[in-house]
């Protein structure tokens, strides 16, 4: 059973930057693929990014290429999401994942194929 639990969100206005982290335990360090998802009021949850165990592999949703960046320290068995440029329609509560299938295994873009989730962070930003 792996525990996730999420910080960094905040207020921000657009064009500035936050940095995201995601604290795991319960789980080997670099046992899981990572996600990143995101939720907008009365939108569903949507794929942001995915890094593979050993962090050399990533995804990001097209919204967000060039701007997010998906990262982890599996010695301190924690991800990153480091969001730069910052729009308002990046406004949602983002939520980190993990799953303990191997990166190209199943559907990492899709939030049903993840084992364990955070319980969220809101993050706001203002035009």
């Known amino acids: 059973q792996v525990q996730l639990v999420e910080s960094g969100g905040g207020l921000v206005q657009a064009g500035g930057s936050l940095r995201l982290s995601c604290a795991a335990s319960?789980?080997?360090?670099?046992?899981?693929?990572m996600g990143w998802f995101r939720q907008a009021p009365g939108k569903q949850r949507d794929f942001v990014a995915a890094?593979?165990?050993?962090?050399?592999?990533?995804d990001y949703a097209d919204s967000v290429k060039g701007r997010f960046t998906i990262s982890r320290d599996n010695a301190k068995n924690t991800g990153y999401l480091q969001m730069n440029t910052l729009k308002p329609e990046d406004t949602a509560v983002y939520y980190c994942?993990?799953?303990?299938?191997?990166?190209?295994?199943?559907?990492?873009?899709?939030?049903?194929?993840?084992?364990?989730w955070g319980q969220g962070t809101q993050v706001t930003v203002s035009s």
């Open positions: 319960g789980g080997t360090r670099d046992s899981y693929t």
């Open positions: 994942a993990a799953r303990s299938r191997s990166y190209y295994s199943g559907n990492r873009y899709a939030s049903y194929d993840y084992d364990f």
């Open positions: 890094i593979s165990r050993n962090g050399i592999i990533s």
